[in-house]
C-alpha cells in the first residue's frame, strides 16, 4: 500500500517568515494529494489540494508543489501568521478513496 | 459550515459499558471512514465504507463493531472499552472515482471519548 512520510514533525517560525512541509509518497498511483489544517480540538479542515496533471497551485498564502518524479509534494506558507499555527496533515489518494495521511507538522507561529 | 456531522461530541463510559458513536454525512459521498486520533499519534484509518460496504478493517480490535445502514449513515458500536481507546474519533466522507469534483476527504467535528 500507500506510504506516506511528512517532515519536519514540528517547526517554529517568526511571525512573517516563511514555513515549508515536505511529504513524500511512495506509490506513483496516488494522484491526488490534499492538505489538511487541524487546529487545537477541532477537526481536520482542507486547506489546499493539487492533482497529479498540476505542478503547482497557489492560494492566497498558501501554496503546494508537487514533484510526480520524485514523489514528493509540499506546502509553503508564507507571511505567516498566528493563526497560522495549527497542526498541518498532506495526504495522498487514488480515485478519491483509500486516503493515506502523514504524520503531521506541528507549526508554531511566533508572534 | 461541515457536510458531516458526529453525535456525541464528547462521551465518557466505562470499561464495561455499550455505547455508539453515530456519524451522517449529506454531502451525497459513497465512502465513510473511522479515524481514531489520539495525542501525537497520526490519523489511523480504523473502517472503510464504499457504497455501504465495509472494505477495509485495518486490524482494529473488536470491541469496536462499526455499522453502516446506508451511505448517508456510520456508526461505530463501543463494548468492553480499555482506557488506552481515550481519543478522538473521526467520521469522514468522500466520493470515490475519477472526475468527481475535488475526490476530497471531509471530516466530522470528532467525538471525544474517555474510558474510564
Known amino acids: 500500500g500507500e506510504n506516506v512520510e511528512q517532515h519536519p514533525s514540528t517547526l517554529s517560525v517568526q511571525e512573517g517568515d516563511s514555513a515549508v512541509i515536505k511529504c513524500t509518497y511512495s506509490?506513483?498511483?496516488?494522484?491526488?494529494f490534499p492538505w489538511y489544517k487541524q487546529e487545537l480540538g477541532k477537526r481536520p479542515q482542507l486547506i489546499i489540494d493539487?492533482?497529479?496533471?498540476?505542478g503547482e497551485k497557489k492560494d492566497q498564502r498558501i501554496a503546494v508543489t508537487l514533484n510526480k518524479t520524485a514523489k514528493h509534494f509540499s506546502l509553503h506558507i508564507t507571511e505567516t501568521q498566528p493563526e497560522d499555527s495549527a497542526v498541518y496533515f498532506c495526504?495522498?489518494?487514488?480515485?478519491?478513496?483509500?486516503?493515506?495521511f502523514g504524520t503531521g507538522t506541528s507549526l508554531t507561529v511566533i508572534p | 459550515e461541515t457536510g458531516v456531522t458526529q453525535t456525541p461530541r464528547h462521551l465518557v463510559m466505562g470499561m464495561t459499558n455499550k455505547k455508539s458513536l453515530k456519524c451522517e454525512q449529506h454531502?451525497?459521498?459513497?465512502?465513510m471512514y473511522w479515524y481514531k486520533q489520539s495525542a501525537k499519534k497520526p490519523l489511523e484509518l480504523m473502517f472503510v465504507?464504499?457504497?455501504?460496504?465495509?472494505?477495509e478493517n485495518n486490524s482494529v480490535p473488536s470491541r469496536f463493531s462499526p455499522e453502516c445502514p446506508n451511505s448517508s449513515h456510520l456508526f461505530l458500536h463501543l463494548h468492553t472499552l480499555q482506557p488506552e481507546d481515550s481519543a478522538l474519533y473521526l467520521c469522514?466522507?468522500?466520493?470515490?472515482?475519477?472526475?468527481?469534483?475535488?475526490?476530497?476527504?471531509?471530516f466530522g467535528e470528532g467525538s471525544w471519548l474517555t474510558v474510564v
Open positions: 469522514a466522507s468522500s466520493q470515490e472515482g475519477t472526475g468527481a469534483k475535488g475526490n476530497t476527504i471531509y
Open positions: 506509490d506513483s498511483a496516488s494522484n491526488y
Open positions: 493539487i492533482r497529479s496533471n498540476v
Open positions: 495526504a495522498a489518494s487514488i480515485t478519491g478513496n483509500q486516503f493515506y
Open positions: 454531502l451525497g459521498h459513497n465512502a
Open positions: 465504507y464504499n457504497f455501504k460496504e465495509q472494505t
